[in-house]
């Protein structure tokens, strides 16, 4: 079913859906796609874009275009575990975005994944393609509908950014307690491109994994891959990102905030491999420990293959200090509220490089988790 107006899509599908950044408006952005359950039931190009982008649901790229069936599984493994063969033999769609040759997109792409059925195993294909000197935001929300407590997402997300192209991908989980969660991702970074890959988790999930991979294959190829979770109710999130870097001067940078509270374990990953003599990169992971009943473990894995890689590392795991709570309260503030502050503060989301608009949406959302942070 395709909508000719976003706001004809159910009230409370798009209550749930802002939750995740989606703009129910629809004018801030250059397109928008929304899949529900196993259908798309919106997708739309802003007229002001039409002929720089194209967004529409995978399978129907798939038929649109031949050359789309060679990129499908062409980074991700479908052979690489048991959720990239459910979704190899059966997947109910995703989206597919091209930005096309030369085009800078000033106003971010939407999409919205959702599961508003309990016990759906939603099984999705995405791709995402930004041609050759492009440059483009794209804002992602999956989300599980509150009337929905449990449900599988198994997610395939493929990027290829071309010669001197610009992608920031952002993604924002808002699961339930009772979901288990599944991404695959990759991308491939030709000459001069540069693919930004942001990553928000700050619900509470039953089980999350995901380490997303980008081959740096060009020279001056560039990935910057960020993180900012935030573990509660028991959840379990394993969630890193890997970057090989084999092009000529090409380039890694990878940054995790991560904070845990009421028994939430998470696992933090970072590996770079490089593969060239010239490549570099640096991976920095700080954690917050709000409870004794909580965990984290941060793992960063540095591998040179090759004589003057140079790739660094940093990391810190600890509580808050009781010199900044107490500081905090003498300017009048409860102990609780200075917690929030703290929390607040140390889930700053200008490390992601977005744009005004997107990153005041972002503080947005951080600003309604951290006042419930205690």
């Known amino acids: 079913m395709k909508l ?8 409370r599908i798009l209550e749930e859906a802002a939750k995740a950044g989606l703009d129910r408006s629809g004018d801030g952005r250059a397109g928008t796609l929304m899949h529900v359950d196993q259908e798309t039931i919106f997708s739309q190009v802003n007229e002001a874009f039409e002929g720089k982008i194209e967004i529409m649901d995978t399978k129907q790229a798939l038929e649109k275009y031949a050359w789309v069936r060679d990129l499908r599984w062409s980074v991700v493994e479908r052979d690489k575990d048991d959720y990239t063969r459910k979704v190899d033999e059966d997947f109910s769609g995703g989206y597919f975005m091209r930005i096309l040759p030369g085009a800078e997109i000033v106003f971010p792409l939407q999409s919205c994944l959702m599961i508003t059925r309990p016990g759906l195993e939603q099984r999705i294909h ?31 997300s493929e990027f290829f950014v071309r010669k001197n192209a610009y992608l920031n991908f952002t993604m924002i989980h808002d699961w339930s307690v009772d979901t288990f969660v599944r991404p695959r991702s990759g991308a491939l970074v030709d000459d001069g491109g540069t693919f930004v890959s942001n990553y928000v988790c700050l619900r509470p999930v039953k089980d999350l994994q995901m380490l997303p991979v980008a081959l740096c294959r060009g020279k001056e190829s560039k990935a910057i891959f960020t993180s900012i979770l935030y573990g509660q109710e028991g959840s379990l999130i394993d969630v890193g990102s890997k970057a090989i870097l084999t092009g000529e001067g090409s380039r890694s940078e990878m940054t995790s905030r991560v904070i845990v509270r009421r028994g939430s374990r998470i696992i933090a990953r970072g590996l770079i491999d490089g593969d060239n003599k010239s490549a570099y990169g640096h991976l920095e992971c700080k954690g917050l420990l709000l409870d004794d009943e909580s965990f984290i473990n941060s793992i960063p894995e540095l591998i040179a293959r090759r004589a003057g890689v140079e790739i660094t590392h940093e990391a810190a795991v600890g509580k808050i200090s009781d010199k900044e709570i107490n500081y905090l309260m003498t300017r009048r503030l409860s102990h609780d509220e200075a917690v929030s502050l703290i929390v607040r503060g140390f889930m700053d989301v200008s490390i992601m490089g977005l744009p005004k608009t997107l990153s005041d949406e972002m503080n947005s959302i951080v600003d309604l988790v951290a006042s419930s942070a205690i």
């Open 126 to 156: 995405n791709i995402v393609v930004a041609e050759e000197g492009s440059k483009a935001h794209i804002i992602s929300g999956c989300i599980q509908h509150s009337e929905a407590r449990e449900g599988r997402h198994l997610g395939i």
């Open 4 to 11: 000719t107006e976003l706001t004809r899509i159910p009230h």
